[in-house]
RNA sequence: GCCCCCAUCGUCUAGAGGCCUAGGACGCUAGGUUCUCAUCCUAGUAACACCGGUUCGAAUCCGGUUGGGGGUGCCA
């Protein structure tokens, strides 16, 4: 039997990193075993399921590398085939109209539960049951003639030859009414799996308040796609052994859904930013070098690969790259308590004329130059390297912190260092 | 209320009766490296929710309690 799984997400216009999640499982899951991963749209509400949603869904799941084997299934355009299965279990006995009464709104049809106990296997879970007394019947279509998701849910899956159902806790106790609905309709039983939600720090679920909750908002604040998929994976699941960062076909090679956590877990933004510095660690260095020729365009090459090895090592997302602007340009902030301390400090003023100076007079503008010759200066004034190295590293960069100061001059280079000692003393 | 599920460090987890004086990772703390910041290295911190069983032996099996989550729509 060829493993045959899906997506199935109601476009809403954003998406969630709990649905994602699912996403990812489903993909690891057909990966695995050889099968097919497969896209339904349930777009069945036409206020949200706007075009534009749509493909917001479609963006998360390239941006992520789920690649589907077939064709999407929109389910707006399976409407007939709801109904008719919907006038089939009517004609069999396993449904009946109703006017559920009081509202005025008609008659609806209702599928008729079996009237005895059930159970299914879940594969994370376990064994399930429920007693009759607590499966009731419930409409398929509506007084308006709509069908009703469970429905629409059960008849499509049959459709696309769904093998195995793995999506959200959510829908656990829907199962009971999908599995009469399966059998009342000669159906197969898929084999389902139900995934914990995803926490926030109190344990409820993980929402927009609580911070990037939106696949586009990771791509939009410059994570890295492949981070997050590591951190989704792990969150909820193990390979059984301490690895944790594992790359992608490892991931497919490992996963297994018996390892699936039953329990809720808690999205922690500080684990996922560690885990986004491993990615950035192993990033390619074509790929650092396109980053930051999109902050910095026009910048030379050989230059960049200079600032990029200074700044790697420093740089924990994307968008920090901004941080590195002094490399390239003459209007970089500067951080004004630390420029207050280190150049409005009696006698700073003298120590970066003196420093100017001696870097002037250099032959040799490289690093081991550059701190030869400011130890050298500090010993003629009889003070600690330190006191010249702050004041230098703010005037040059503006910043406290930074990269090895005499590594940082030598790329920025001669012209660029001593104009900037030269504003800082004026 | 009723139904279903779950329960190991703050967090993510390993653990399927003796290998557990409970391992790893993130975080945090301390130390080392260092001109700063970061990286890196070392060490430390911290958990089997509780109460009863079963057993020679329980984090692991069973029951209960407590706590948490999900569901309870002519939503999906």
Same mark, same amino acid.
């Given at each position: ?12 216009? $954003? ?67 709801? #109904?008719?299965?919907?006038?089939? !279990?009517?004609? $069999? ?10 509202? *005025?709104? *008609? ?37 308006? *003639? ?37 059998? @009342? ?9 139900? #995934? ?31 981070? #997050? ?50 990615? !950035? ?40 790259? @901004? *941080? ?37 007079? !250099? ?13 050298? !200066? ?25 990269? $090895? ?15 900037? #000692? ?5």
């Amino acid at each position: 039997m060829t493993v045959r799984c899906r997506f199935a997400p109601s476009p809403t216009g $954003s998406v969630h990193i709990g649905n994602m999640r699912a996403a990812i499982y489903n993909w690891l899951f057909a990966r695995h075993a050889g099968g097919r991963f497969l896209l339904r749209v349930e777009d069945t509400d036409r206020e949200r399921s706007t075009p534009e949603a749509v493909q917001t869904v479609l963006r998360a799941m390239e941006w992520l590398g789920l690649n589907v084997d077939e064709e999407p299934m929109y389910q707006s355009t399976r409407r007939a085939a709801h #109904l008719a299965a919907a006038e089939k !279990l009517l004609s $069999s006995g396993h449904a009946y109209k109703l006017d559920k009464g009081g509202t *005025g709104k *008609g008659e609806a049809t209702l599928f008729k539960m079996p009237g005895r106990d059930m159970a299914f296997r879940d594969v994370i879970k376990g064994d399930l049951r429920k007693d009759a007394a607590n499966l009731q019947d419930f409409v398929i279509v509506r007084s308006d *003639g709509n069908p009703v998701f469970h429905l629409a849910n059960v008849v499509d899956d049959i459709e696309m030859g769904i093998t195995h159902v793995i999506r959200g806790d959510d829908h656990v106790e829907n199962t009971f009414r999908h599995v009469a609905m399966l059998e @009342a309709l000669g159906a197969e039983i898929p084999a389902y799996a139900h #995934l914990p939600m995803i926490t926030n720090a109190q344990g409820k679920p993980y929402s927009k308040r609580d911070g990037a909750a939106f696949v586009g908002e990771f791509q939009e604040q410059g994570y890295l796609a492949e981070a #997050l998929f590591n951190y989704l994976v792990l969150l909820g699941w193990s390979p059984g052994d301490d690895r944790e960062v594992l790359m992608r076909d490892e991931l497919v090679a490992l996963f297994t859904l018996d390892r699936v956590q039953a329990k809720p877990a808690q999205f922690d933004m500080q684990k996922f930013l560690w885990m986004n510095s491993e990615y !950035l660690k192993r990033a390619p260095a074509g790929e650092w070098m396109r980053r930051f020729r999109d902050i910095y365009p026009g910048a030379d090459e050989q230059y960049l690969e200079k600032v990029i090895e200074l700044m790697k090592p420093r740089i924990k997302a994307w968008p920090e790259i @901004a *941080g590195a602007v002094y490399f390239f340009r003459e209007d970089f902030p500067v951080d004004q308590e630390a420029a207050n301390k280190r150049l409005k400090a009696p006698g700073a003023r003298e120590l970066l004329a003196a420093i100017h100076d001696g870097y002037q007079a !250099l032959t040799s503008f490289d690093a081991a130059s550059l701190e030869a010759g400011l130890r050298a !200066l500090a010993e003629s004034k009889g003070i600690k390297p330190a006191e010249l190295i702050h004041p230098v590293r703010i005037a040059v960069s503006g910043q406290p912190g930074g990269p $090895s100061l005499y590594h940082m001059l030598e790329v920025i280079g001669r012209d660029k260092v001593l104009a900037r #000692l030269n504003t800082a003393i004026s």
